[in-house]
């Protein structure tokens, strides 16, 4: 029904799931396999399918084999069912050793984690922020080098960064400082490439942004969400408001959407039938159909 018609490309953006061993609750009140459960339920009932599931990192709170294992039990499987691949991202609670072994089946080694994947035309590129022993962000100049040789044969459909730390401002107390450093390097690596947007994490709220003319979305955690209206000068995290998002690649734009995890009332909605003999309708039918509007009745 579009003058644009369908998305190329549709990606699954989830970030922050913060998983403990042994189901742990996080902070003794989050359960967090429940809520990624139900965000992937919510994505194979909706009959979207992806052709990728990206995660911007801290995908385990404290870096524990169990939290690793345990999540790629839950992931691995829905991926599957929805002909996803996934792409891991490091975040600052992750472990470069234990990702590697539990989740990519590699060596446990310590240097950065990296990838360069291809869905069809569409590059994405996964960046490793982390510091170990840190919370704030850094590109080291071996990354930052290998960053610039990969962007300097262009994808035939552009490329999407997805990395933890995202290179925006934040008003939260405290946040500035373990923001990504030196974000300037960064710029100067990925201005005038193919990078039409950067994914983010690290936050636990949904915001955008721009970076060196650049979009970038970022996606609240799975596990809690920041109070960004909340009394100033405090930090404080929600036990709810959490969402994924959902990012549509299309020819000329790429488009964010945020998707809200839990059961809600409906309270409108036009069903399939009604949907399918609208989209069967000629153009300007249509526009009668649904978009004219209905004189209210006089009293």
Known sequence: MSEHGAPQHTIVHISDTHFLAGRRPLHGAIDTDATLTRALAQLEESGIRPEALVFTGDIADLGE??????????VEPAAARLGARVLWVMGNHDDRARVRTELLDEQPLTDPVVASIMLGGLRIIALDTTVPGYHHGELSEEQLRWLRTELE???????????????????????????????????????GTDVRAILGGHLHYSTTSTFAGIPVSVAAATCYTMDVAGPRGALRGLGGGQSFSIVDVYGDRVVHSIIPIGDYPIVTSFDHDFVARVDALPAPERLEAFSRQVPPISS
């Open 65 to 74: 084999e169990d939290a690793y294992r345990r999540i790629r039990g839950i």
């Open 153 to 191: 044969q262009a994808a035939p459909e552009g490329t999407l960064l997805a990395l933890h730390h995202p290179p925006i401002p934040t008003t939260l107390p405290l946040m500035p400082i373990l923001e990504l450093q030196r974000q300037h390097e960064l710029a100067a690596v990925i201005e």
